[in-house]
Structures are given as C-alpha cells and as structure tokens.
C-alpha cells in the first residue's frame, strides 16, 4: 500500500531510462517523456549528445547534472539528471524540479528587483539631499550680503521710517535663515549625518537666553510668555545644548505662530534621577488656535501645515525635526490639543547631571601691546560684494588693517610679501581652495606662516563642515551668513591667544 501510493506520488515526477553504452534504450518507464525502446537517445534531444562521454566511464560511477531545461515533444521542463554506471550499461533518472525553478527564479527575480528599486530609492533619496544641500548653501551667500549691508546701514543716518523699513528687512532674513537651516536639518538628518554633542552647559541660562529671545513677541503680540522651572533640577548639565535650544525654539515659535492672545507657557521639571542620569520633561503649552483631532497623528510629517489660514507662514519642517531630533536623542513627544482652547507639546529627553556645578567666573584681561596697534587681517573672499561687505565689517571698528584677495595662489603670495596677523578663508574658491590654501599653509616651513590662525568662512553651516575644517587644520568656523558680533568676537579671541603664546 505505502509502495503504491509512493510510486502515484512520484510517478509524474521522475523517470528512468536504461541504456547500453552506445545510446540505445533498452527500457524506460515513459513517466515524463514518450520514449521508444531500440531508438537512440542521442536522437531525443542534443543534450544526451552532450553528455555520452559519461557511458565510459567505469562501473559504479556516477554523474549530477542540475537545472537541465529540456523541450521534447509536447513537454517543456527544467530537471535535475543523474547518470549511473554499471555493467549492464547506463541508468539515467530524470527528475522534474520545473515548479521548484520557476518558483526560486520568481523569488530571484523578485529579490533582484528588491535590491534594484532599494538602490534606485536610495540613490533618489541621496540626489534630493545632495540637492537641497547645494540649494540652501548657494542661498546662504546673498543672505550673507543682504543682512550685513541691513546691519551696516541701520547704524547709519537714516529716518525713523528708513529705519523701520531695515528692520523688516532683516526680520525677513532672519525668517529665511531659518527656513534654509531646516531644510538642511532635515537632509543632515535623512541622510545621517546629524552630530550629537554631550557637554556641560547651564539649563538656567538657556532658559534666561529664551526669555530674552522672545521679549519682542510679546510686545508685539498680546501674549504672555513664562518659564517656569523646576528648582530641584541641576543648574549645570551635560548634552546637546545646540539641539535641545532648537526643539525649544521651534515649539515656541510655532505656539507664538498660533497663539494671538493669551499665554504661552514653558515648564521644565525633573522626572527621575538615578546618580548621576537624569530625565526631564518639557512642556510647550499655549492658548492658541489648537488642532483638530483628526490632523494630530500628521502633524510631525514633514511639509505638512495643518491649518489652512493663509495668513500663517512656514514650510511644515518645524515639528517634523523637532520629531527626528528628539528621537535622535533617545527622547520621546506627545502632543494634547482642544480646538480653540490650545495645544501642548510634551517631550522627555535623558541628560547626565554635570559633576562640575560651580560657575566660571569670566576674567577680563587686558590685552597686550599698545591700545592703538591694529591688526592685520588677509581676506580670501572671491565673491565681489562679499567682498565690500567684510571689509566694511572690519573697518568699523577700527581696530584692524585688511588685504583682501580672490584665491587661495593669491593668499599663498600675499602670505610671502607680507606679515599678517590673520586669516579669514572663505572655503568655496577659484583656483585653490580654502581647504587646500589650509593645508599648504600648514605644512610651511616659515613658521610664521605655518602658525598664523585661521578662520573658516562657509555658508554650509553643519557641525560636520565645523569638524572639517578644524580638523586639516583652521583654527575657528563661522557660518553664513554670519553675525558681526560673532566674527568679531572670534578675530578678536584668536588675535589674542597669539600675543599671548609669542
């Protein structure tokens, strides 16, 4: 019984022919194909030609030859052969594997096409990073000449409504500023390139910055703005500062967006603290517009507005990043809202409590040499406008003598004319490079040369660009565009830190 239920399960599956060494059929069981006793295999079909050198060979060998497609007569299959040698000729097994081959080949096929639209993906998705990061560095240079020249001509003799018309003016530049640094939030963080940075810094005076950041919108809004936190919380803590700054300012700006009257409220108290970890929660609450219930799981996608009044701006990356980068801090966020009534935005994020809680005092010291000595500055800036802009920044103070240059062979010859305190590199130019013009510099054996410090000019602002250019070398990076204060403040440091080391 188990025979004959065996042989029905494999009889349309396997065949087997007897052979004499020369090729004739001496018997077969016609399970797959219609063969005549006394014909000639070799005549069936040009494999067995193929393979005849096989009938050779000595008695008990045997011989495996897989994936076989063979069309004979009204059958069309893929099989796998087996060639057995004995004395009494050749026993060849035919076994039908054709559903086992054509299945492995669709899920091949299947896999490969996988693998192909992954990578056509992956590449797709590297373009539009690429490109939205080559966008909002070239958008980077006029804005650089645009909110110099806004600031240069605000202390200027104007009217009051000349003055009035600048500050709209730089308002909008800022306001583009941030839209161009979430676009490129957005790529670093798609494309992995988000740095995390752990160090000390004072919760306290980040919330005092928040406060003094946002006194203008109150004023200009009926709305109240407070802060309130938790007195039990370390004053000095160790994370990202950068990054938790930019997911607090990006829901206080969208509160402030949605919010015409009445408070906005952010409180920050301690959940738990296990030795020196630490986990806070933060909460954004305002009294502004709210959110429909149903719109609330889409709110955190990005180029998604969830209001369609006209009169409120914005790109919808704000929470889409604040998102990411809470969930690249090991964070999590939630969100509450009535129409109408208002929305809060809670998130957690873990932090380590400092074992440094004393301030820094910070020392003034005098600086070196004679009041009236100025220093010498060499530009590399081949961008005209650029340009007059620095050179205008410069010679306000008063404090310096500038050369200005358009290439990194013309910094080098400079450089061996003439002594120069230091140098302000734009990165992106003709000819050399600021990254190579670096690293010539570096490797001088002039050591005046070799020494001088260096500052980065770039308009691809990211930590990762910040990295680079300290690492062949520079000494300071300044992103553009570039506030005043911050350049000044950093030629000024550098310039100091030399005189002391002569």
Do not use: W
Not at 232 to 247: A, T, W, Y
Not at 469 to 498: F, H, T, W
């Amino acid at each position: 019984m188990i025979y004959q239920i065996k042989e029905s399960f494999f009889a349309d599956k396997i065949q087997f022919i007897h052979l004499s060494r020369s090729g004739i059929i001496k018997g077969t069981d016609n399970y797959l194909f219609d063969f005549k006793e006394g014909d000639s295999i070799f005549d069936a079909h040009p494999f067995f030609e193929s393979i005849q050198y096989y009938f050779n060979a000595e008695d008990g060998e045997e011989f495996s030859i897989p994936c076989v497609h063979l069309n004979i007569g009204e059958n069309d299959g893929i099989y796998d052969i087996k060639v057995y040698i004995d004395k009494d000729g050749v026993i060849v097994a035919l076994f039908d594997f054709t559903d086992h081959y054509n299945e492995s080949n669709t899920l091949s096929q299947e896999k490969n096409e996988s693998i192909i639209q992954a990578q056509l993906l992956k590449e797709k998705e590297e373009f539009k990073n690429r490109f939205l990061a080559n966008t909002s560095h070239e958008l980077r240079t006029p804005l650089t000449t645009i909110m110099g020249f806004t600031t240069i001509l605000q202390r200027s003799n104007l009217s009051t409504e000349q003055l009035h018309y600048l500050d709209l003016i730089k308002s909008s530049g800022e306001h583009l500023r941030n839209l161009i640094d979430d676009i490129l939030d957005i790529s670093k963080i798609e494309m992995g390139r988000m740095l995390i940075k752990h160090d000390r810094f004072d919760l306290k005076k980040l919330c005092e910055n928040l406060e003094a950041q946002y006194s203008l919108n109150i004023k200009a809004k009926e709305v109240k703005f407070n802060i309130k936190l938790d007195s039990s919380i370390p004053e000095f803590l160790v994370g990202d500062k950068l990054r938790l700054n930019q997911i607090l300012t990006n829901l206080i700006d969208n509160a402030f967006k949605f919010t015409k009257r009445g408070s906005i409220q952010l409180n920050i108290s301690k959940l738990e603290r296990k030795s020196s970890d630490i986990k806070l929660q933060f909460e954004v609450k305002d009294t502004g517009l709210g959110i429909e219930r149903d719109k609330l799981d889409s709110i955190f996608e990005s180029f998604i507005q969830v209001h369609d009044d006209p009169s409120i701006s914005g790109t919808g990356l704000g929470l889409s990043i604040v998102r990411k980068l809470i969930d690249i801090l090991d964070g999590s966020i939630s969100v509450e809202s009535t129409k109408d009534v208002g929305t809060t935005f809670t998130f957690k994020l873990p932090f380590k409590v400092s074992s440094n809680q004393t301030k820094e005092e910070i020392k003034i010291e005098e600086p070196k040499g004679k009041s009236s000595d100025k220093t010498s500055i060499l530009v590399a800036e081949d961008i005209e406008v650029n340009q007059l802009l620095i050179m205008k920044i410069l010679a306000s103070s008063g404090k310096y003598f500038v050369d200005i240059v358009g290439d990194g062979d013309q910094v080098v010859e400079r450089l061996h004319q003439q002594d120069y305190d230091l140098i302000l590199m734009d990165i992106k130019m003709p000819k050399m490079d600021g990254y190579d013009t670096t690293r010539f510099i570096r490797n001088s054996e002039i050591d005046a040369i070799k020494n001088i410090p260096i500052i980065a000019l770039t308009a691809n602002a990211s930590p990762l660009e910040r990295e680079v250019c300290l690492g062949i070398g520079m000494n300071e990076y300044v992103g553009k565009p570039y506030k005043e204060e911050e350049l000044i403040s950093k030629i000024d440091r550098l310039i100091k830190e030399k005189k002391a080391n002569q």
